[in-house]
C-alpha cells in the first residue's frame, strides 16, 4: 500500500491550503452557531427582546437599561437548555436616558431619540427595585448607588439594531444557527435517500433500476425552487419542514451518482468473490461498494450543503422559510431591503453578506475536497 494511501482524511485536507482554510472557517462558523446564545449580546430565546424606542441604532451605540424584577420566580437554566433555547430572564429591561435619587425614589427618565418631546419622568419606590432595601441599612447614597449598579447596566450594540429594536448581532449569530442547521439536516436526508436509491438501482439493474432512473429523470426535470415550495406546502409551513423539503429536492444529483458508481464497482472481482462467499446483497453494497465511492459523495455533499443555505434564504425572503420571530438571515433580509438605499442599509447588506461568504466557503470546501479526492466533475 502506497504512503498515498496510508494518508489519513484530515492530513490531506491539511495538505490542501483551500479546504484547510475553508473547514477552520467552517469549523469557527459552526461554534459560533452552536454558543450563539452564550456569545449573543441578547441572549433570549430568538434574540427577539424589542425595544421599539431604540429602531434602527447606528453600529456601536451605548444604551443605559434599567432591569427591573418580575414579579413571577423562574428556575435556574440549566446548560443545554439555555444552549438550546435561550435564557429566560427574571428581570425586564427599560431603556433609559438618565437616572437620580429622590427620597426613597428612584426617578428615571426613559430613553427617546427625539429632543423635541418632554420627557417623563418615572418614579420607582427603591424598596421594589433593590433587594432587602430599608432605610437603616441603606443610610448613604454611595450605598444605595453601588446597589443600583447591579441593575442599571449599559449595553453596546455593536452592529446597530433593527427596526423593532433588537440586537443585529445576536440576530445574525442564530441565523447562523438555522442556516448550518438547514444545511445539515437537508444534506443528511440527501444522503440516505441519494444513497439508498442510487446503489439499489445500480446493484439490481433490470426494472428496479428503470424505475428508480426514471423517478430521477423526473425529479431532475422540475425546477428545484418549485418543487420545493409545492412541498413546503404539503408538508405546512415550519421549522423542520423547510428543512425536510429542501432535503427531499435534493438527493437525485447523489442518486445519479451512487448508480454509477455502484455499476462500475458491482463486476470487480473482489464483489464476485464475495458473493460467491455467500454475502447477503445488503453486506456487499454497504460494506464492500460504498465506502469506496465515499469521495464523489463528501464532494457533492459539500456543494448541496452550500445549496441548501441559499434555498433557505430564498425561501424566508418570498416569506415560505422558518416562521418569525426565528431569525434567519433571509428574513432579516426580506424586511429590512426597503432600507437598502439609505443610511440603514447594513440592516439589509449585512446578513446578506453572511449569506455570500457561508456560500462561498462551502463552495470553496466542495473545490478542495475535489482536489483531495482527484475526483472527476460528474
Known amino acids: ?14 495538505n490542501n491550503s483551500l479546504a484547510f482554510v475553508s473547514s477552520i472557517i467552517i469549523g469557527l462558523a459552526v461554534l459560533l452557531a452552536f ?22 441604532l447606528k453600529p456601536g451605540t451605548e444604551i443605559t437599561f434599567i432591569q427591573l424584577p418580575k414579579n413571577t420566580k423562574i428556575s435556574e437554566q440549566v446548560f443545554f437548555n439555555r444552549l438550546l433555547f435561550g435564557k429566560t430572564y427574571n428581570f425586564s429591561e427599560i431603556p433609559i436616558q438618565s437616572y437620580h435619587i429622590s427620597q426613597d425614589k428612584l426617578a ?10 418632554i420627557k417623563d419622568t418615572i418614579y420607582f419606590p427603591l424598596s421594589k427595585i433593590i433587594k432587602d432595601y430599608s432605610e437603616d441599612r441603606f443610610t ?11 441593575i442599571i447596566i449599559t449595553k453596546t450594540f455593536y452592529l446597530g439594531s433593527d427596526r423593532f429594536g433588537r440586537d443585529l448581532l445576536s440576530r445574525l449569530l442564530l441565523g447562523m444557527r438555522i442556516s448550518l442547521s438547514v444545511g445539515f ?12 436509491l442510487g446503489s439499489i438501482a445500480g446493484y439490481f439493474g433490470g426494472k428496479i433500476d428503470d424505475f428508480i432512473l426514471w423517478l430521477i429523470n423526473v425529479i431532475w426535470s422540475l425546477p428545484s425552487l418549485l418543487l420545493i415550495i409545492a412541498i413546503t406546502f404539503a408538508l405546512g409551513k415550519g421549522f423542520w419542514q423547510v428543512f425536510i423539503a429542501i432535503g427531499l429536492s435534493m438527493w437525485v444529483e447523489i442518486a445519479r451518482v451512487v448508480r454509477g458508481q455502484v455499476i462500475a464497482y458491482k463486476n470487480q472481482e473482489y464483489i464476485e468473490a464475495a458473493k460467491a462467499l455467500g454475502y447477503s446483497h445488503f453486506r456487499i453494497i454497504f460494506h464492500h461498494i460504498l465506502p469506496n465511492i465515499v469521495a464523489p459523495v463528501i464532494v ?27 431569525p434567519s438571515w433571509g428574513s432579516m433580509i426580506r424586511e429590512n431591503y426597503s432600507s437598502i438605499f439609505f443610511d440603514s442599509s447594513y440592516l439589509a447588506l449585512l446578513p446578506g453578506l453572511a449569506i455570500l461568504l ?19 466533475s460528474y
Do not use: C, H, W
Open 1 to 14: 500500500m502506497t504512503e498515498t494511501n496510508n494518508q489519513s482524511f484530515f492530513y490531506k485536507i491539511r
Open 35 to 56: 454558543f450563539a446564545y452564550y456569545i449573543a449580546p441578547d441572549s433570549s430565546p430568538n434574540a427577539n427582546n424589542q425595544f421599539l424606542e431604540l429602531s434602527k
Open 108 to 117: 428615571i427618565v426613559p430613553f427617546t431619540k427625539s429632543n423635541t418631546f
Open 140 to 150: 448613604e447614597n454611595a450605598q444605595i448607588n453601588k446597589a443600583l449598579s447591579k
Open 185 to 196: 439536516v437537508a444534506v443528511l436526508i440527501a444522503l440516505i435517500i441519494g444513497t439508498s
Open 300 to 326: 457533492i455533499s459539500a456543494a448541496n450543503f452550500a445549496s441548501a443555505i441559499l434555498v433557505e434564504a430564498g425561501l424566508s425572503f418570498l416569506g415560505l422559510g422558518v416562521a418569525p420571530p426565528t
Open 358 to 376: 457561508l456560500v462561498l466557503t462551502f463552495m470553496l470546501f466542495g473545490k478542495g475536497l475535489r482536489e483531495v479526492f482527484n475526483v472527476r
